[in-house]
């Protein structure tokens, strides 16, 4: 044990009730693992695990006991008999009680055969060193730390190490890979990398194969988690290094190598799609922090939508901007005039974002939708750079993208990456001028979300018909109508206009 960690670590009073309500019962209770972690980085954690040597339910009670008496205050503990766990919340902080344990496991299966155990038998079984430590609950070495691994020296070190030998760690629970690689990348900052030392990530490559007895649910937290870090390429060349790529996202991994016909090269897709969603990233949070990104949840009444600040990353945006090339590789042709080219890469990526959401058992609702519309729509605004930004097109991308449209521009944004620093530097102007035409037809126009004037209900009424596919073919000519600036979103002119048209499909209006 080392010398006693009290100030800034264990002045909060719950620490104090936890190490009085032990002692009266006569076992040894510990903080282990995360919170001791984020301790010695600096960031301050709202979540406390206790490892306690007995039955870490019976003291999660008796310690509510204790501060109902002598708070009176409501302390009500969540007890998950299954894992031996509880969970109370004091002032707002969780605190989880779990009975020290050992653990083994059969290989076919990652649920382990779980014993009582020593602290230093659940510090064994913990996945890093530096998730292993842990501070002293005891009156006579309150705030000692107890690191039989090195997990302090690993921290300062910035090294993701397994406490026994990595092949033992990863087999009892293959899942520990992909937590590797999310804690290398989540702790890593621009003063200080993480690094999974060598043996670790040898022992990955060697049993990859173990993944396939992971669910998709654990897979995707840990992929989600990666996606949330501030520079998740890091974590995705990291699985793909590990071979783990082929296993947890298979079309990812398809998007690397280059091919070169005649001299001629493409850019390597995989390398600039994890640097777009690094782009995203960095753009996400900065917007965030200025107060400019907004969510968009339906009114009351299902009449419209009400705007809401957006004060955490979308992780659906971060998803979009890892699939927006994956359709490429199918797309992919050599023209011996044009060089290499992926025409309808978007379409096909789009098309390819259910079946990938269902192979990882993600959710199919409007979140698979709001993905599936950015890979679709991805290519859009960079064409208007190219070409003339006409009032017209631009209506055209707010109509199809709707509430869509901002998180739309920031993964075009991110987009645009060339190692040849002015062509970035003009096209990033040229999409600047794309963002100010979107904010001038968008307040001049209305048509982000907007509402046919003629309802299927009107055309019918009007002309005395049943419902049929002429209903739709003028619903079309009215919108296109107001796409393209013919008329303004009006329902005058726009029952002027159906009934201009209307006769040359052989309608008639009805007397009335």
């Not at 649920?111 to 602290?119: Q, S, Y």
Request: aromatic share 8%; proline share 4%; glycine share 6%.
């Amino acid at each position: 044990m080392s010398a006693t960690i009290t100030q800034g670590f264990l002045d909060g009073p719950i620490f104090a009730i936890v190490s009085k309500v032990a002692q009266r019962c006569g076992v040894r209770a510990f903080v282990i693992g995360g919170y001791v972690r984020d301790c010695f980085l600096g960031k301050p954690s709202k979540d406390i695990d206790i490892v306690v040597e007995g039955s870490g339910i019976a003291l999660a009670q008796k310690v509510a006991e204790y501060v109902r008496t002598t708070e009176h205050h409501a302390c009500n503990v969540s007890v998950f008999q299954n894992f031996g766990t509880a969970m109370l919340r004091y002032h707002g902080t969780e605190i989880e009680f779990v009975g020290a344990r050992k653990e083994s496991y059969h290989r076919e299966s990652r649920k382990p055969i779980v014993e009582d155990g020593t602290l230093e038998e659940d510090q064994m079984r913990r996945d890093f060193t530096i998730n292993a430590m842990a501070f002293s609950l005891q009156a006579e070495d309150f705030g000692s730390l107890v690191d039989p691994f090195g997990g302090i020296r690993d921290l300062a070190a910035g090294i993701i190490r397994t406490p026994l030998d990595p092949e033992v760690t990863y087999s009892d629970d293959p899942l520990r890979m992909l937590r590797a690689i999310r804690f290398a990348t989540r702790l890593s900052t621009d003063t200080q990398k993480f690094t999974i030392v060598p043996e670790s990530l040898a022992a990955m490559r060697r049993m990859k194969d173990r993944m396939t007895i992971l669910s998709k649910e654990r897979i995707v937290e840990e992929l989600n988690k990666i996606l949330l870090t501030a520079h998740p390429s890091m974590g995705f060349r990291l699985l793909d290094e590990t071979g783990l790529l082929d296993y947890v996202l298979p079309q990812l991994a398809s998007l690397k190598g280059v091919e070169t016909v005649e001299g001629r090269g493409h850019k390597d897709n995989f390398s600039h799609t994890i640097q777009v969603v690094d782009h995203v990233a960095e753009d996400e949070v900065r917007l965030i922090q200025e107060q400019k990104l907004f969510n968009y949840a339906p009114a009351e009444g299902g009449d419209g939508f009400v705007k809401v600040l957006r004060t955490e990353p979308n992780v659906w945006l971060r998803w979009a901007a890892l699939l927006h090339d994956i359709g490429k590789p199918a797309c992919k042709r050599y023209d011996p005039s044009d060089g290499w080219t992926f025409h309808g890469h978007n379409v096909v990526g789009a098309r390819m974002v259910p079946k990938i959401f269902q192979s990882l058992k993600m959710p199919l609702n409007e979140k698979m939708k709001y993905v599936q519309k950015l890979v679709e729509l991805h290519h859009r605004p960079v064409a208007l750079v190219d070409e003339e930004v006409t009032d017209s097109a631009v209506r055209r991308l707010l109509f199809d993208a709707g509430n869509e449209i901002d998180d739309l521009m920031l993964l075009c944004n991110a987009d645009i990456t060339s190692k040849n620093p002015a062509k970035v530097a003009r096209l990033k102007k040229n999409f600047e001028l794309v963002r100010a035409k979107l904010v001038e037809v968008e307040a001049k126009d209305a048509i982000r979300n907007m509402k046919n004037p003629i309802t299927g209900e009107y055309v019918m009424q009007v002309y005395g018909i049943p419902p049929c596919d002429k209903i739709g073919i003028i619903k079309e000519h009215v919108k296109n109508a107001i796409l393209d600036g013919l008329i303004d979103n009006d329902f005058a002119q726009a029952d002027r206009l159906m009934r201009e048209f209307a006769p040359t499909l052989g309608l008639k209006e009805v007397d009335r």
